[in-house]
């Protein structure tokens, strides 16, 4: 509360704290030029003189706080003597940053779900082949998401939308697109390998509906489908990825360890989720065609281990022939 004078005559804790005042006792009579932040007062000083003038509205406010902003919805209203003259005016200012936030969250969602919504046919698979290094034969084909733009029919790589859609957790609705394009491609006759993220492991929902459709595919087509887990997802998860790996295994489909080497190795993972095969992250790849006797050796090892174990590997980022 603040007299027409500029001084404080009311104020509370959450006013001290808001404007670093050692108490209420230290605060009280003082100007608002001496408490607030200048910024603060000029606005203040404005909206006070809008509000003797009869616009009493609420207004949005921001404030800086550290090293970043606070949102505050402010109120201002007068106090009037006996005979209607205004001798006071108070203000209340109720912090809106996390609901601001919440509130632009949920919009920013709405917009990453119109946009990688399937129905809308912006969503793409990209196929990378697998080649048997001893025959130069493709074996196999691993199956990429990309994301065309509405507008424009720009085509996005991964890295330009996943981590919102991360964010977001939308992975499952991008994960049931490709696994159906997955099923697709086999029932034509092809073999592919697919990504399942571990959001979509995690989430009962998107998980049984996946399961469905490789069921209702059948074993002709899950046998020519492999589904791919990061080590990161594995080592983080090992009872979802195990429960995963048992049920499109059921189905006839097999499951590879992706991006070998970048995680939390465990070889007791490794027996337990009973993976077809084994991929060696790029930068261990990439490494040994630069004659890195550190990535040579941890390569050699793991194709050892994997062959012990009865796995293939594959090697990722391979980009010339040697």
Same mark, same amino acid.
């Given at each position: ?32 030029? /001496? ?29 800086? +706080? ?13 106090? @009037? ?23 632009? !969250?949920?919009? /920013? ?36 998401? @990309? ?42 006759? +092809? ?54 790996? @048992? ?6 489909? @097999? ?63 391979? !980009?010339?022939?040697?």
């Amino acid at each position: 509360v603040m007299n027409l004078q500029g001084r404080y005559t009311m104020v509370n804790d959450a006013f001290c704290e808001l404007f670093d005042q050692v108490s209420v006792a230290a605060a009280v009579g003082r100007t608002a030029e /001496e408490v607030l932040p200048h910024e603060v007062w000029k606005a203040q000083r404005r909206a006070i003189t809008r509000l003797l003038a009869g616009d009493d509205s609420p207004a949005e406010e921001s404030m800086r +706080r550290g090293l970043g902003s606070i949102s505050l919805m402010t109120q201002r209203f007068a106090l @009037r003597d006996s005979v209607g003259a205004i001798t006071e005016v108070v203000t209340i200012r109720t912090d809106i940053t996390y609901r601001k936030k919440a509130l632009q !969250e949920a919009v /920013e969602r709405s917009l990453w779900e119109e946009r990688v919504g399937a129905a809308a046919g912006r969503l793409l698979a990209y196929s990378q082949p697998i080649v048997d290094i001893a025959t130069r034969a493709t074996v196999d084909e691993e199956l990429l998401v @990309r994301l065309r733009v509405a507008d424009t029919n720009e085509i996005l790589p991964p890295a330009q939308f996943l981590p919102q859609c991360e964010h977001f957790h939308l992975m499952p609705v991008i994960d049931r697109y490709m696994v159906g394009r997955a099923i697709e491609l086999a029932r034509a006759g +092809r073999s592919v390998s697919v990504n399942i993220t571990g959001q979509t492991i995690a989430d009962e929902k998107a998980l049984n509906a996946i399961v469905q459709m490789l069921a209702i595919a059948g074993h002709d087509v899950t046998g020519k489908i492999m589904f791919e887990i990061t080590e990161t997802t594995a080592s983080a998860a090992p009872a979802l990825a195990k429960a995963f790996s @048992r049920k499109v295994g059921d189905l006839g489909c @097999r499951v590879a360890l992706d991006d070998f080497g970048t995680g939390y190795s465990s070889l007791g993972y490794l027996r337990k989720l009973k993976f077809s095969t084994i991929k060696i992250d790029r930068s261990f790849v990439q490494g040994a065609a630069q004659k890195s006797p550190e990535s040579l050796a941890i390569i050699r090892a793991v194709v050892a281990m994997a062959d012990s174990l009865g796995m293939t590997t594959t090697a990722e980022g391979v !980009e010339n022939a040697e």
